[in-house]
């Protein structure tokens, strides 16, 4: 008789590594980018291990239909997609209820950082778009929308910096891969603050924790999303910062811009002279016409 092949549990504690190699608090690899959608009013593209997002914001403008207005405040209204191709089994075309899910906690989240009030009956759009997903796309998305948010130059008391945290395979780890959500005793935990104020925007919990438990994952969620403020602070610094220009810099610019104006003079030297043989040329065709 053959024996059924069992699946080997990792043991985190034993170990002291995860599946990834990683540590128990450290995070997968972050990118933000600020800026890559030249159409939206503010957008952002973040990476954030596998998960690959972008974001875009449009707005504050007129909320259609009125109906949908509100007199005192402006109404954000976010929206998340996954491509069909994110993730290893194909996702079905159109929103499905998770999504529905994930739409409203983000908007619910993001009112809580806008001076909505300024903003009476108008609506802020934010549109986040998951390419690639293995986990965490949630946070990501709500992460990638705070820096898009910032780069439309919408007012707001903080950024919103978000990080998945929880317990896998018996241990309390941060930044959950695909793996660790699936472990037998998984629990996952999205968890959002304003940085500054520390104030919790999103909390989901997905499993059951002890209060002990809940303890550790509070305190390691909190650290992990100053870590990703970090990251959303050097991404929007590097969008807006402003470079001092030595004397070197212009003379590049002045010797650039005489050569622009010296290809432009040139250009409109040979239309002019393109005009002048079409003219000859016709009136060379409008003699031989006559004669």
């Not at 002291?16 to 600020?34: F, T």
């Not at 997609?81 to 079905?92: E, H, L, N, Q, Y």
């Not at 500054?196 to 994952?217: H, R």
């Not at 040139?266 to 079409?278: L, N, P, Q, Y």
Request: proline share 5%.
């Amino acid at each position: 008789m053959s024996k059924e092949m069992k699946e080997e549990v990792p043991d985190y504690k034993k170990s002291k590594k995860r599946l990834d190699g990683r540590k128990m608090e450290e995070l997968r690899p972050l990118s933000i980018k600020v800026g890559v959608i030249p159409n939206a009013d503010g957008s952002a593209y973040l990476e954030w291990g596998q998960n690959k997002v972008y974001a875009a914001v449009y707005g504050p403008r007129e909320a259609l239909p009125k109906h949908t207005q509100n007199p005192y405040k402006a109404v954000i209204k976010a929206v998340y997609r996954m491509a069909g191709f994110s993730v290893p089994d194909r996702k079905r075309p159109g929103p499905n209820r998770r999504d529905h899910e994930i739409s409203k906690v983000l908007s619910e989240a993001l009112d809580k950082v806008v001076f909505t009030e300024q903003f009476p009956n108008t609506e802020i759009s934010v549109i986040v778009e998951v390419a690639d997903s293995n986990a965490g796309s949630r946070v990501a998305c709500l992460s990638a929308a705070a820096c898009a948010l910032a780069d439309a130059g919408i007012p707001m008391k903080d950024l919103v910096s978000a990080v998945g945290v929880g317990k896998a395979f018996n241990e309390i780890v941060l930044d959950l891969n695909k793996d660790e959500e699936d472990a037998p005793d998984a629990v996952d935990v999205p968890f959002a603050i304003m940085p500054n104020s520390e104030e919790i925007v999103l909390l989901q919990m997905d499993g059951l924790l002890t209060p002990k438990e809940w303890e550790a994952v509070s305190k390691l969620g909190l650290a992990g999303c100053k870590q990703v403020y970090e990251v959303q602070k050097k991404a929007l610094t590097e969008r807006f910062q402003i470079k001092e220009l030595t004397k070197a810099d212009v003379a590049k610019e002045v010797s650039n811009g005489v050569e622009e104006k010296k290809e432009s003079k040139k250009e409109v030297k040979e239309v002019k002279e393109e005009k002048k043989d079409d003219k000859k040329g016709k009136e060379d065709k409008s003699k031989k016409v006559r004669k």
